[in-house]
């Protein structure tokens, strides 16, 4: 059986206003963190002379190495850079790929990016994809296509795309522009 004048009445915490709070001097405080940092810099006052024999250990390899592993090692990195040269002009006749085509299809240069495929035949078959989805584009002023109306450009001065808030910006900015579209919608002025 437990001795009653051993247990707390409180239920079995203790006053925690009853421990002093510790408290230390600034040069107790400054004493802990230099004898720390004196500890730190003793594990690492010998990283230079590490760091020199690790250099003088390397050059020694080298030296030891025999004139077959100098020309291996030499014909390894120049098949590395050949490497990298042939990935590099591979995607330079790639991209010069992509611009012949998309000229071809009379598509601007600027869709290059959009186009992927390694082999023309994919290329190809996705600028002629791009080319569907953009629609058959006919030249400004064949027929039934007037002057102004396969630009996308919108007249704010026609009745069924009238917008004084327009007008009024391409009358500030350009016009020239203005009056053109002003004649293309019949306004005399």
Do not use: C, H
Not at 107 to 118: C, D, E, T, V
Not at 169 to 180: C, G, S, V, Y
């Amino acid at each position: 059986m437990q001795d009653d004048a051993n247990t707390p009445t409180d239920g079995g915490q203790e006053d925690k206003n009853t421990q002093p709070e510790k408290t230390f001097t600034q040069a107790e405080i400054d004493a802990m963190i230099s004898e720390r940092l004196k500890r730190e810099r003793d594990k690492y006052k010998d990283y230079d002379e590490l760091k020199a024999k690790a250099e003088k250990w390397a050059q020694k390899e080298q030296a030891d190495m025999s004139e077959a592993e100098k020309l291996q090692a030499k014909i390894a990195e120049f098949e590395k850079q050949l490497a990298e040269k042939e990935q590099e002009a591979k995607l330079a006749k790639t991209e010069s790929l992509k611009l012949r085509i998309l000229d071809e299809l009379s598509l601007p240069k600027s869709f290059a990016s959009r186009i992927f495929g390694s082999t023309e035949d994919e290329i190809r078959a996705d600028a002629g994809e791009l080319k569907k989805l953009l629609g058959t584009q006919t030249k400004v002023g064949d027929g039934t296509n007037p002057p102004g109306a396969g630009s996308g450009e919108v007249n704010p001065w026609k009745a069924d795309t009238f917008n004084l808030t327009l007008q009024g910006k391409i009358l500030a900015e350009d016009p020239a522009k203005a009056q053109r579209l002003k004649a293309e919608a019949g306004i005399k002025t």
